[in-house]
């Protein structure tokens, strides 16, 4: 079959084999998939996938070794750039972080169920990257990027702090509780709002469905954890110039955000259908733009190379937890979720995608930022 001998073909330099024996080799379960994923691409990828047309025993060295290789830039032709050219379209035209737009990602991704992130996270419900260091698990890496956070700003007892993208509130509770500030969070997730306020209840801690171009008011220091590749690139300056506004002149603002090594208008097409609807991965380029001459950069720390051990951890919670949820939730649920996850440790393992935390202040520190690692 001349479609199967092409998927072959593709396939050569990555190690992987149909129907091999190793544990990151493809187990093809339906000879109509090599039509369909030469057609669709990764959408057709990670559809056949759900499916049940393929299966491979360790998906995420699967995906390691397939980004790892040459086979992307080996599949450019005119289908793929016929295909990623709507999405392009729709983030530069259409602008798909606008106001009115803002709030699909909480009903898509966010709301989708409460039980399924608690079985999945930490215990603080944090869905960000570890910080892994020093850390033995899960919780701890968690905690100490919390730290982190709370040390790279120099927060102090009475700070007002606002999180932007604040998910359960995970960040501001701990703030408040191991810093004593008093703490805003904003999400566009109204399940979030439900149990973030919840497991808050009882500190100076308030969390709003609110979206960040409706805050008013200032505070000492700002946090983004995990929000800013939902702005949009229409959107970025414009979420620059918003958090100066709402900056005290001596306060800092850090954005933590999973970031691209190159400048592109596209995403992956089944991670924007299925999991991340209009989301798209910032490059240093782009973020560079956005804080000129608005912003003075006085910190960049990378520790990507932790993304792939947090997703593994959320990745064993999940599976360990599936049966608890299940009743929740479809089996093509199961198959989408465990490709998202593995996917992506593939994808940080492959180092095509970087955490940043970058430390950012309206006019400069005078003595000069001291970097906290």
């Given at each position: 079959m001349e479609s199967k001998k092409t998927v072959e073909s593709l396939l050569k330099g990555t190690g992987i084999k149909i129907n091999g024996n190793n544990p990151y080799d493809i187990q093809v379960h339906n000879e109509n998939f090599y039509n369909r994923v030469l057609k669709q691409e990764s959408l057709g990828l990670g559809e056949s996938y759900m499916d049940g047309w393929w299966d491979v025993?360790?998906?995420?060295?699967?995906?390691?070794?397939?980004?790892?290789?040459?086979?992307?830039?080996?599949?450019?032709?005119l289908r793929v750039a016929l295909i990623y050219t709507p999405y392009v379209i729709k983030n530069i035209i259409?602008?798909?972080?606008n106001v009115r737009k803002a709030f699909n990602i909480g009903e898509k991704h966010y709301d989708i169920g409460n039980d399924?992130?608690?079985?999945?996270?930490?215990?603080r419900m944090t869905y960000t990257c570890?910080?892994?260091?020093?850390?033995?698990?899960l919780d701890e890496a968690q905690e100490a990027k919390m730290d982190l956070v709370c040390r790279k700003l120099g927060l102090k007892r009475g700070d007002k702090i606002l999180d932007i993208g604040c998910g359960w509130g995970s960040f501001v509770k701990y703030a408040a509780e191991k810093y004593g500030v008093q703490a805003v969070?904003?999400?566009?997730?109204k399940e979030q709002v439900k149990l973030g306020n919840e497991l808050c209840r009882g500190l100076p801690v308030e969390i709003r469905m609110q979206d960040y171009r409706d805050v008013s008011e200032k505070f000492d220091h700002i946090v983004s954890l995990g929000m800013f590749e939902h702005v949009g690139i229409k959107n970025y300056k414009i979420y620059m110039k918003k958090i100066r506004e709402l900056l005290k002149d001596d306060g800092l603002f850090l954005l933590h955000t999973i970031g691209r090594n190159k400048t592109s208008l596209s995403t992956d097409l089944w991670v924007d259908k299925y999991i991340f609807p209009g989301g798209i991965l910032p490059s240093i380029?782009?973020?560079?733009?956005?804080?000129?001459?608005?912003f003075v950069m006085e910190d960049w720390h990378?520790?990507?190379?932790y993304y792939a051990k947090t997703l593994l951890a959320w990745h064993t919670n999940f599976e360990n937890n599936w049966n608890n949820i299940k009743s929740n939730y479809d089996e093509r649920f199961y198959r989408m979720w465990r490709y998202y996850l593995l996917f992506y440790v593939g994808f940080f393992r492959a180092r095509k995608g970087q955490l940043w935390q970058i430390v950012l202040s309206k006019k400069g520190i005078p003595s000069g930022y001291k970097s906290i690692r």
């Open positions: 025993e360790d998906l995420s060295e699967f995906f390691y070794k397939i980004l790892n290789s040459n086979i992307q830039k080996n599949a450019m032709n259409l602008n798909l972080g399924l992130y608690r079985a999945m996270l930490d215990k570890g910080y892994w260091k020093d850390a033995k698990n969070g904003i999400t566009v997730s380029k782009q973020i560079g733009a956005s804080i000129e001459d608005v990378n520790f990507g190379i």
